[in-house]
């Protein structure tokens, strides 16, 4: 595997429903990324990581707990979920959390019924 | 808090070049990045501007005015392939690798 992979690409998940994202980065950084894309809507970051401690919160619910265990490993639990949630989470990585490149992994496309 | 402005949609011919452009507003700016994404898929990086000037990379180029909180990006000798979102992103000092992205520019290259 190279580059950043995202699991699962795709998830159903009802609003009681608990689950997780993963992201598994491939490249030796020391950045990590949650990203929320929504249809017409810019890409908002959501959490920043960097060594493995988060730099950035930016005012997400609490029904999203990202979890960073070590430098190559991001994941976002899930739960109670509303439908206006259903998105596409992209994770990315890079360098440092310094202005450099950020790479992206292919997204989870989530729904929420 | 930061702005950003790009078209939404735009349309070009096979061969042709294109300009997308983006305004920014911010406060602190570090640089600004374009991002390549085609549906479905990740967004790719393209280029990255900090200093006023044109920077270019094959059939892509990006600029960048500071002083006018303007950047484009070119795209020459229009593909097929080139059919894609663009996307515009801000990264501000002091917010680490904080990206603020606009909604991007959807391109449709015709033959």
């Known amino acids: 595997e190279t580059g950043v992979t995202q699991t699962p690409r795709h998830l159903v998940m009802g609003m009681t429903n608990k689950k997780s994202l993963k992201c598994e980065q491939h490249?030796?950084?020391?950045?990590m990324y949650w990203y929320k894309q929504s249809a017409k809507k810019p890409l908002e970051l959501m959490f920043v990581y960097s060594l493995e401690e988060r730099v950035e919160n930016n005012s997400v619910p609490s029904r999203f707990s990202p979890e960073c265990p070590n430098s190559s490993h991001l994941f976002l639990h899930l739960h109670t979920l509303q439908p206006e949630d259903s998105a596409l989470y992209l994770c990315?990585?890079?360098?440092?959390?310094?202005?450099?490149?950020?790479?992206f992994g292919p997204g989870t496309r989530l729904t929420v019924l | 808090g930061q702005n950003i402005d790009q078209p939404t949609e735009m349309t070009a011919t096979e061969g042709a070049i294109v300009q997308i452009n983006c305004t920014y507003q911010?406060?602190?700016?570090?640089?600004l990045f374009w991002y390549q994404q085609h549906a479905g898929e990740a967004p790719t990086f393209l280029s990255y501007n900090v200093l006023d000037g044109l920077e270019e990379k094959g059939r892509f180029s990006s600029f960048l005015s500071r002083s006018k909180g303007y950047s484009y990006l070119l795209l020459k000798e229009l593909q097929m392939k080139d059919s894609a979102s663009y996307l515009c992103a801000v990264s501000i000092t002091g917010g680490g690798n904080k990206l603020t992205f606009g909604t991007g520019t959807q391109l449709k290259v015709e033959l």
């Open positions: 911010t406060s602190g700016f570090n640089g």
């Open positions: 990315a990585s890079s360098q440092d959390s310094r202005d450099n490149e950020q790479f």
């Open positions: 490249l030796g950084h020391n950045a």
